[in-house]
């Protein structure tokens, strides 16, 4: 019967009733040890660092959600990228997707280097280029798909062969698709990432990263790295995104539906140059897409005719639902502009390289109705027209 179900059914009755007391909703456990009967006999868990039993009904939640062995959640979605890191040692190098997040790039750029832990970005979204770029260094092969903000598309299955038959270890970052659309490892991919923050969590209001691997040995080599370095999530954070992984399916369903509008209208004004959204039978890589996900997610990229930044910005600060901050995947909208954002650092002539326009905007499509959105979203791109009306007018009276 459990085969024939639903994912959302499935995972709904996958959270347990507790055994103890019948709560319908999983206890938090505020507790930073457990009495022993014995010296070494007790209950399961010992010391809070190593195990918690509400971070443990997560992290059962979130293996059976990935279609993983283990699951092990973090502080921070850096801090699991961190831990995935730890796997390897100096003199080994790592296969890097070239647009990752700007975090990740900065952990292995900055921190892992000085340790002997060198990095090549390649463009993933060919598998060939991860093929002619592999070295007998090459451990971990990493790739984010979609991207941030481009939504590029990597074809997870065509990946995962290549690093199999190199003997690399292939990490998804999965925070974008998340599993209500996209299981990495039923693709072949070895290991799972996620930021939690955004759509498992899902409603902006709390911090915290999750792995999740196919393999119970790899697994436990990752729990000891946690247990030895100590980034774990605290119990409460453990309950909010337990409590936000409860609605993922339908939540997610809902942004997808509203960002594919969003998209659609955007494709038809005038003032918008380029829409990013694999779901829109323009975006390149469509197909693969359409093939290894349920669904094309909740963010939205978009350039304007006008190039630049001061019309970027006219549009930020003219939306009234869509909220200017940095981070995605909460139940209310957001939008950011890269240029001046979560991309600053990197030099202009970089950015534009990779695809990132002065005027490209970011949009995390929420839960509000997409029609509310779409009427949003066109007074502010009328907005810009206004501000270019008043422009060519002073042009004309000077
Ligand atoms: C936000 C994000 C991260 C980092 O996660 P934190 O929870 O902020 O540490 C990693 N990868 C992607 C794709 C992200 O969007």
Redesign the pocket.
């Known amino acids: 019967m459990f085969n024939k179900m639903s994912n959302a059914t499935q995972l709904i009755h996958s959270i347990p009733v507790d055994p103890l007391t019948g709560a319908i909703s999983v206890p938090i456990y505020q507790t930073s040890t457990f009495v022993q009967e014995a010296p070494g006999v007790n209950k399961g868990y010992d010391y809070a660092r190593t195990g918690n039993p509400t971070r443990a009904t997560l992290e059962d939640i979130i293996a059976k959600l990935e279609k993983g062995s283990t699951g092990i959640a973090f502080g921070?979605?850096?801090?699991?990228?961190d831990a995935i890191v730890k796997l390897l040692k100096s003199g080994d190098e790592i296969l890097a997707v070239d647009d990752i997040?700007g975090?990740?790039f900065r952990l292995f750029t900055q921190v892992y280097q000085q340790f002997g832990i060198t990095v090549k970005f390649v463009d993933t979204t060919k598998p060939e280029n991860v093929f002619e770029a592999i070295t007998p260094k090459t451990k971990l092969i990493w790739i984010?798909t979609p991207t941030?903000p481009t939504l590029k598309i990597s074809d997870i299955a065509a990946i995962a062969k290549i690093a199999k038959a190199q003997h690399c270890l292939l990490c998804v970052?999965n925070?974008?698709a998340s599993p209500a659309l996209q299981q990495p490892l039923s693709l072949g991919a070895d290991i799972v990432?996620?930021?939690?923050?955004?759509y498992l969590g899902g409603h902006s209001d709390l911090?915290?990263?999750l792995v999740i691997t196919k393999d119970e040995l790899l697994g436990q080599k990752i729990k000891f790295l946690q247990n030895a370095c100590g980034a774990i999530l605290s119990p409460f954070d453990s309950w909010l995104v337990i409590r936000g992984i409860e609605t993922l399916h339908i939540r997610v369903k809902q942004h997808c539906e509203n960002a594919k509008a969003i998209a659609e209208f955007l494709e038809t004004h005038p003032a918008v140059d380029k829409v990013f959204y694999p779901g829109l039978k323009s975006h390149p890589n469509h197909d693969i897409a359409a093939k290894q996900a349920k669904g094309f997610g909740g963010i939205v990229s978009f350039t304007l005719k006008d190039d630049t930044e001061a019309a970027a910005t006219t549009v930020v600060t003219s939306t009234q639902l869509f909220k200017l901050a940095e981070?995605?995947?909460g139940i209310k909208s957001l939008l950011s502009h890269p240029a001046q954002m979560t991309h600053k650092t990197i030099p202009a002539e970089k950015r534009r390289a990779s695809g990132v326009a002065d005027s490209l905007i970011r949009l995390s499509v929420g839960l509000e109705e997409a029609e509310d959105l779409i009427n949003d979203l066109e007074q502010a791109l009328n907005a810009l027209a206004h501000t270019t009306v008043i422009k060519e007018k002073q042009l004309c009276l000077g």
């Open positions: 921070s979605g850096l801090a699991a990228i997040y975090g990740a984010e941030n970052d925070t974008f990432i996620h930021s939690a923050t955004k911090i915290a990263g981070s995605l995947g």
